[in-house]
């Protein structure tokens, strides 16, 4: 069955990046997008981007464009999202997950990034 | 793109059926049958109970259904079990590729 796990939680100051990986197995990698998602805490969820495992394509939410970075090595079945210029807005659990078609239904456990001075 | 609205708050009594309502536009919920449910219980990753409008992936239950009318997605639950108290989260896919999340609404079991 599908199985996707991500990299352990990370603390950073402001103005730093972070760099969160996500591998997923139990499906062909290529045929389907990665995306991501962040849940602030004790707010709803928020869309940040996905990317196409083939290609390398990508296609991210307006609110993080310029800042949010994915990259992805299909050897080892693994996406990264990288996320610049961070402040204490960008404090939250950043979810992973394959969408299958319109069926997003295996959810990576989530990665804390805590951004703190 | 804005987040699609839904209710704060919706609350029920035992074995009642509740109806959450995700309104969005023309360019997400009302142009695209490609409306997603998931339900979030405190300190878990949300799980996903339906797709596309209205189905259900394998065992998830059939208390939980999906419809939808123009620009309003709406998910009813039936037959209403303290264990469905939790955050619910619409989702949908747009006209520029994205997606974009509901505001999210607690459902209360009285």
């Known amino acids: 069955q599908v199985h996707v796990v991500q990299s352990g939680a990370e603390v950073k100051k402001p103005g730093a990046s972070v760099k969160v990986s996500c591998q997923a197995s139990?499906?062909?990698?290529?045929?389907?997008?990665i995306h991501w998602v962040r849940q602030a805490p004790g707010q709803g969820l928020e869309w940040v981007g996905w990317?196409?495992?083939?290609?390398?394509?990508?296609c991210f939410a307006q609110s993080f464009q310029g800042r949010v970075t994915m990259t992805r090595d299909t050897s080892i079945t693994t996406v990264y999202m990288e996320l610049s210029g961070l402040t204490s807005d960008d404090t939250g659990i950043y979810y992973c997950?394959?969408?299958?078609?319109?069926?997003?239904?295996?959810w990576g456990q989530g990665t804390l990034v805590t951004v703190s001075s | 793109q804005s987040a699609l609205t839904q209710p704060a708050s919706v609350s029920g009594s035992p074995g009642q059926s509740i109806s959450i309502s995700c309104t969005g536009t023309?360019?997400?919920?009302?142009?695209?049958?490609?409306v997603s449910w998931y339900q979030q219980h405190p300190d878990k990753a949300p799980k996903l109970i339906i797709y596309a409008v209205i189905n259900r992936p394998s065992g998830v239950s059939n208390r939980f259904s999906g419809s939808k009318s123009g620009n309003t997605a709406s998910l009813t639950i039936s037959g209403l079990l303290a264990e469905d108290e939790a955050d619910y989260y619409c989702s949908s896919y747009t006209s520029f590729t994205t997606r974009v999340f509901g505001t999210g609404t607690k459902v209360t079991v009285l």
């Open positions: 023309s360019s997400d919920v009302g142009g695209y049958n490609y």
């Open positions: 997950m394959p969408w299958f078609g319109e069926r997003a239904d295996s």
């Open positions: 990317i196409a495992p083939n290609s390398g394509a990508t």
């Open positions: 139990g499906y062909t990698f290529t045929d389907y997008n």
